[in-house]
C-alpha cells in the first residue's frame, strides 16, 4: 500500500522497507518481544538476515533490544521488541460520538477521550474537534508527533484516496480530504476507513474475535453496518462499501430512509428509528415509563428504551424484539451466504443487551441453514468504546508495518 504523502516528516519512526521487516513488527505487535532465533525460525529465513533487517528496523525507530532471551544453549541471544517510542492516534467518529485514544505500538490504549459530537456539524468542526483531543492526549503524555493516525468516520470510504462518498448521515462530507486534512495538521501518516470496518479490526485485535479468522462485526447504532473479515483479512469490496447491510430491503414499504429509499433496515431500527418510535409510543400514551421520561426532554433514545427494556415495559421489550427480529432475518440469509465461524454484536443500540441478543439468535438459528449455524457463536462486543479507537490503531499500524 503506498503511501500518497511521500513529503510528511516522521520524527519519530520511519516505514518497514521489506516484506520480511514488516513481518517482523506484526509479530512483535501481536505476540510480544521475540528472540532473533525464534523471529528467523518463525519466518524461515537465515539468521544472517534477521540480524539485519533488525538492525535496520533499529535504524528506523521501529525496533528496539529489550533484554537477554532465555537461553536455548550456546550464545544468549537477546530479544527484539518494538520501539518504545512508537504512538498510535486511533479516532473512531459515530454519529452522534467522537473517541480518541493514543496507543503504544502493541495498540495498549495508553489514554482515551470521549465525548459527544453530531457529525452533521461537517467535517471542518468534527476534525478540529477531533484534532484538539488527540492534541490535549498527545501533550499530556509527552509525545511531540505520532507514528500515525487511524481515522473511522460513519459512511462509506474511498480507501485508497482517505475521501468519504456520499455517505448518507454526513452532510458536507461528501469527497471531503479527511486523509490529507489529518496529515497536514498531525505531520504523520493516516488511513481512514469506515467506522464499522474499524471497529471488525479493533475486535480481530483484542476482543472476542481475536481467533477468528472468518466473522462479522455488526454495529447498530445511529446507522446499521457490517464489517466483513474473511480469512483474516477485512473485506471492503470494490469500491469501499461492503457490508452496508442497513440498507438492505426488509420490507416492501416502510419509512423513508436517509438514503432516500423505503423499508430499509436502517430506517426500521437504527438509533434515530428507535428515538422516533419510542417518542411516538410515549406520545400515543401506550407507555407510561416511557412518557415520563419523555416529559424531561424532547425526545428519546436508545439508551431510555435500553433502561425501560429492564423495568419490564411491554412497548420497550417489543421494540427491540421487532428490530431485533429484522436484524436477524437480515443476518439468516448473510450466514447462509458466507457461512462465517462468529458474529459479533456491537454499537450503542446494541446496548439494548439480552432481549435484542436473544431475538437475533433466535431468528439467525432458525432461518439459517442448519450447516452453517452448528458452530456459529453469536455474541456482543466485550470492548465497549474502545473497539472503534484500537481498530483505529491497528489500521494505522498495519500501514506503517507494511512494506509498499
Known sequence: MAWHHRHV?????GRAETATQAKI?????????????????????????????????????LAADAGPAASRGGRRSTLVDLAPQLRFVGIDTGATSIDVAITDGRLGVLSQLSEEH????????????????????????????????????????DFHTGVPVSPPIMPGWDGYPVRDALARELGCPVLVDNDVNVMALGEQHAGVAKQAQDFLFVKIGTG???GIVVDGQLYRGVDGCAGDIGHIRVEEFGPTCA??????LEAFFGGAALSRDATAAAHGGRSEILAAVLDERSALTAADVAAATAQGDAVSVQLVRDGGRRVGHVLASLVSFFNPGLIVIGGRVARLGHTLLAEIRSVVYRRSLP???????????????SAGVVGSARL???GVYAAD
Open 9 to 13: 516528516a516522521m520524527t519519530l519512526a
Open 25 to 61: 513488527l506484526r509479530l512483535l505487535r501481536d505476540e510480544g518481544p521475540k528472540a532473533r532465533v525464534e523471529l528467523g525460525d518463525r519466518l524461515g529465513v537465515s539468521r544472517t538476515t534477521i540480524a539485519a533487517e533488525v538492525a535496520r528496523l533499529v535504524d528506523l525507530g
Open 118 to 157: 453530531d457529525i452533521k456539524v461537517g467535517p471542518e468542526k468534527t476534525l478540529a474537534r477531533a484534532l484538539e483531543l488527540t492534541r490535549k492526549q498527545l501533550t499530556e503524555l509527552g509525545i511531540e508527533r505520532p507514528s500515525g493516525v487511524g481515522i473511522g468516520i460513519p459512511g462509506p470510504v
Open 396 to 398: 494505522i499500524s498495519d
Open 259 to 264: 438514503c432516500g429509499n423505503t423499508g430499509c
Open 371 to 385: 450447516l452453517a449455524t452448528g458452530n456459529l457463536p453469536i455474541v456482543m462486543t466485550e470492548m465497549g468504546d
Open 224 to 226: 446499521i453496518g457490517c
